[in-house]
């Protein structure tokens, strides 16, 4: 509780009241010296004097506990020897914590307050003890503290525990710590384990075997000597045997495999091969006379200028008395075509053979697609042209037929039809048969 006074009553001789001192303290007697209590009164009346049997004693401090005690040994007991303290009755007013007045009243803007005003009390921790009315140190906290009222400890990781009072953030942080409030641990790879507050770079350079700017990243183990520039990683001193590149972490043209320790065959072409597999006919070619994966395989021997890596197929034809891909056949009665020509010449004139059959079927597919589309044309125009001349035909053989007389008789009008064989002229057809009687 916070502690207004206290008022100790005393009805009779108050000789053995002489040269007491009252404390308080957050601890008893029992377990407290005095170097843990707050002194608030000390009395220094001596024989034959007494103190007044009243006594009202102020002491504003916060405490669980109040002690009274003496060492004097009052003259008026002798013979009776020793130390003698006597107090009719103690009494002591207060408040909770946070509240003043007779009534104890809460503080109005502070957790702490004078326990009569209420005005807020300067922390313990202000410099030179200097506050505003709401308790805030004016004029800075003691070193290790912060907040307004400098009621809150710095972080543990500030340097010499100093810390801005209104943020809390410490204004360096000790050896190996990084971060606003010094709670991030630099990398273990910084020299001298320093790094930047802000983002935790390593402010010297990195141990060696380790770069990046938190030198967090191993050097290649191909660099020579395990070091390597701190920023791009770079090896300073070179690379190991059989390796290559900025950091070395490649094989060379001529070594391949996991540990680069496979040397290229010795088939390929300037013995160099694909860093991974081996394979020569990845990335280069195979000397001449070779093919293969690994130019391992022999072309053939009766190959001109050599065969296809890939596929070992003779590359400019055979000698002369082989033909086939390969060269692996023999001229004889059978092939006398190319038995006095390499495979190339044999390979052209069979080419162009066939060429000239595809041609010429070709020829005569669009020549007969023409004549078939001009004779269905042709057709059809030719219908046309017929179905347009019927009516005209049959007028035209209407207005041209004229009887004849003499062929069939034409009666009066008003005559009927007669018999034909009562005609009185001989018919043609009689005269026909008849010449020589006209």
Known sequence: MFIKKIVILDTW???RFRQFYLDVSAFPASTSNTSQRTRCYTDNTTHPNVPPNIITIPCKHT??????ETTYDAPEDDPVAGAILEICELEVYGCGLGRYGAECTECPE???CDIESGKCECSAKCKRNVCDSKGHCTDGCLDGFWTPNCNSSCPAYCKERNCIQNTGYCISCKTGYWGYTCTFVCSSHCLDGVCDIIDGSCTHECTQGWYGDTCDNACSPGCVGGTCDKHSGTCNAGCKQNLTGHQCDVCDATHYGLACSLGCSSNCLNNTCDNITGSCILTGDCKVG???EMCGNICSEYCRNGCLKVTGICRDGCNVGKFGEFCNETCDARHEACCNQDTRKYKQSH?????SILYAVIAVLCISFVINVYTITWILRNNACKKRDVIPDKAKRDTEFI??????????DNAG????????VPS??????NPTNN
């Open 428 to 433: 043609h057809y009689s005269q026909l048969q």
């Open 290 to 292: 070779k093919f293969g």
């Open 110 to 112: 502070c957790s702490t």
């Open 63 to 68: 405490a669980r506990y109040v002690i009274v």
């Open 351 to 355: 080419e162009s053979n066939t060429e």
């Open 417 to 424: 039809y007669q018999e034909l064989d009562q005609l009185s």
């Open 13 to 15: 001789q108050p000789y």
């Open 403 to 412: 009887p004849t007389t003499g062929i069939y008789d034409i009666a009066e």
